[in-house]
């Protein structure tokens, strides 16, 4: 803390992972530097691609992971993953799986990992994962890949982050085709097929294949399935490819632009958002204060609307 | 949208089924209307027992919702049904499979039933979802049952509104206890073992028992596991006897007032955001405004924190 924040920007810059690692913290933990942080380093970032990686626990998202991640260092390029647990509220900290599974990438400093679970309140998990993603942009990171667990709002607001969603399906894991998640089914840019050497795995490809071929295709663009063996590393090139394959397309239809200005439209809406609560709430005495009232409500001795009334009064916000 | 507000409020109070949807219809679409009805009801609410239903698709929870609101109905309790899938952000509508399946209580006026989608950005729908239980609290819903597809992190907020949160698991499904959620374990006051007389029934069932052993129990409540086949409409009333010992349990204890405190604490702060955010983005060309920003931002001509800075000066709120 010592450090001013330009010398911190530049170490971030440089790759120095302790840099990065302090920097990731102040963005959990939403503290002031944070922000002064991420103002210089906004002018270095855009050239990462994102690519966002979904399914259900079980279908062996994070050795795909490792293994995208292993394939992009053989060309020297560098990566960064954020492996999100947005399902699990009371963990609060690092999964441990991912810690042990990553050892393999431990003496590489072209690698850099973080995992991270939800902490505090409304939306605050995407906005620190675009952050970490904003960060490792910075930080030189040619691939940022984005590692979520499960299917619901909160992992698709993550996964829309990423310029390039992989929805990852395992043969029998009770993921038919039919209970599949709608809002699965419409973010995935790429299907992989994982553990394909299991049996089902052509029922399953059939069965996705019938239901892609239902969707309507985004700018030209038909959704593929890939089949991987993450565990034997088979299927990975093949993916990677599908992956650059996308990124022309989109790059060239103007899509990903369209798809980076809505995503700063959610983003400055949260800023914004946290801002005002901070400037509604912050301050000594702000979350007694808003105790007293939600009891005040729950006992029906005043109405909620009463009750934000006096609070954006008091902040001189009600004018 | 001709009759007053007051008359409004009166009607839904005294149980009529088109001002309630109406109603529900103004909630989702955020109408300046909503607001003033929400108002005149508040008062008329907080007897109303909220029932959270949660699990995997295709554990069967719309028919067991269907068949606890049937056990109730015999009673002559009233039920509202409020149906809710955040997973289908893209559908933003009503669920056709809800629709049908309610028929058989389409000549009941004592049931009231609406599905509701995710629409609109950022936490909105816990929010409808709160408004819309409270709306049928004051139109005298006894039980409110609160149906939720999934497990992330938007339906642990959703689930979270009720007084009494039920996750049901089915065998055979792939969701072994070890691949589960921590987050719906720790949330689940009550687990239904559903399709009970399938193979594997015991084996999960033990397995839920193993785990559910290693829980630290909340306030001397260890949540129990039911064995239901909704279908055939059994263990029906052994799950509505498991609710009525948890509310008695939670009523002694003063658990449910704090979790009323704690839940009316997070809606003061939504309602906070939404009212600040339309203050800061409404009016006419805000939304442009936001769109040119954010084109700014995507092509790094301009941080992030400087576009808040000016959206929060344009509307007076950089004091």
Redesign the interface.
């Known amino acids: 803390m010592t450090v001013p924040v330009e010398r911190w920007a530049e170490q971030v810059r440089a790759g120095d992972v302790r840099a990065a690692s302090r920097a990731i913290t102040a963005i959990e933990n939403h503290a002031p530097e944070a ?1 002064d942080l ?2 210089l380093l ?2 270095h ?2 050239r990462a691609y994102l690519t966002g990686v979904t399914g ?3 279908t062996g998202k994070s050795t795909l992971v490792d293994r995208l991640a292993a394939f992009h260092r053989k060309s020297q390029e560098q990566v960064g993953v954020i492996a999100v647990d ?6 609060g900290g690092a999964i441990l799986g991912d810690r042990i599974r990553m050892q393999g990438h431990a003496g590489d400093t072209g690698t850099f990992i973080r995992s991270m679970a ?1 902490r505090g ?3 605050g ?1 995407a906005r620190a994962t675009a952050e970490v993603a904003l960060l490792l942009d910075a930080a030189g990171k040619k691939h940022v890949l984005i590692e979520t667990v ?7 607001d993550i996964v829309r982050l990423a310029d390039c969603v992989l929805v990852v399906l395992v043969p ?4 038919d085709i039919q ?1 599949m ?4 089914m ?1 973010i995935g840019d790429i299907f992989v097929l994982n553990k394909a050497d299991r049996e089902g795995a052509d029922r399953l490809e059939q069965q996705l294949l019938a239901m892609l071929s239902l969707v309507m295709p985004r700018d030209g663009w038909h959704p593929p399935v890939v089949r991987t063996v993450a565990t034997e590393n088979k299927g990975i090139e093949e993916l990677a490819l599908a992956v650059k394959e996308f990124q022309r397309h989109f790059e060239t239809s103007g899509e990903r ?1 369209r798809k ?14 946290s ?3 901070e ?3 912050g301050g000594p005495g702000g979350q007694a204060r ?2 007293d ?3 005040e ?2 006992e ?1 001795k005043k ?6 009334n006096e ?2 009064k008091r902040s ?2 009600d ?1």
Do not use: C, M
């Not at 029998?172 to 993921?175: E, S, W």
């Open positions: 922000e991420l103002r906004f002018p970032t855009g259900a626990p079980g947005p399902t699990s509220p009371y963990s939800t309140f409304l939306g998990l499960g299917v619901g709002q909160d992992e698709i029998g894991l009770g993921d209970n998640k709608a809002g699965l419409e632009k980076h200005v809505e995503h700063w439209k959610n983003r400055l809406v949260e800023l914004l958002e801002r005002l609560i400037r509604a709430l808003l105790t009232l939600a009891g409500v729950a029906r109405d909620p609307f009463t009750a934000v609070i954006l001189g916000l004018h």
